[in-house]
C-alpha cells in the first residue's frame, strides 16, 4: 500500500510518499515535497492545486492520502486556506482520503514507535510531520488501530 502523508500549514501542503509491502516501509523519492495555494479566492488556482494532486495520485499510484488533522476551534485552529485545500484533496475522487488526529497518532506510535532515526531517511526537516503521519496511518492498518 503506498500513501501520503499531508502537513496542511498556512497554505501549503507539506508531503511524504510511503509504501508498506509484507511488512517492509519504504520512502520512494518524489519529485515535489510541497505544494502551494496562492490566492485562494481565484477558483482557477483550488482547481489547479487539485489538478496538480491528482497528477501526483496517478503519477505515483497513491491508494491514500492521509492528513494530518487540524482542530477546528480554538487556539491551535487551522486556517480557512487549511481547510480549502483539505475539501479540495477530499474531493479527488480517484483515491482514498483519511483524516488522522493527533490523539490517534499518538496512539499508534505509542505502540509502534518509529524505528529508525528521523534524519536517516534522507527526508528535508520540514518533511517530519508528513513522514510521521504516514508512518502512523500504515502502522494503524497494519496492526488494525481504528
Known amino acids: 500500500m503506498r500513501v501520503c502523508g499531508i ?5 501549503e501542503a ?18 515535489q515535497t510541497r ?3 496562492v490566492k485562494d479566492n481565484v477558483a482557477e488556482n483550488v482547481r489547479k492545486f487539485q489538478f496538480t494532486f491528482r497528477k501526483l495520485v496517478e503519477d505515483y499510484r497513491i491508494d491514500c492520502l492521509v492528513i494530518k488533522e487540524r482542530m477546528q476551534k480554538g ?3 487551522g486556517g480557512a486556506i487549511g481547510f480549502k485545500m483539505e475539501a479540495a484533496l477530499q474531493l479527488i475522487d480517484t483515491v482514498d482520503t483519511q483524516l488522522l488526529s493527533g490523539s490517534k497518532q499518538k496512539e499508534i506510535l505509542k505502540r509502534n514507535p518509529v524505528p529508525i532515526e528521523f534524519s536517516s531517511t534522507g527526508l528535508k526537516g520540514f518533511q517530519e510531520p508528513a513522514f510521521t503521519i ?12 481504528e
Open 7 to 11: 502537513e496542511i500549514k498556512s497554505n
Open 14 to 31: 507539506i508531503i511524504c510518499l510511503m509504501d508498506m509491502d509484507d511488512g517492509l516501509l519504504q520512502i520512494p523519492d518524489c519529485r
Open 35 to 37: 505544494f502551494q495555494l
Open 75 to 77: 487556539k491551535f485552529a
Open 134 to 145: 504516514a508512518y502512523a496511518y500504515l502502522m494503524g492498518q497494519e496492526y488494525g488501530v
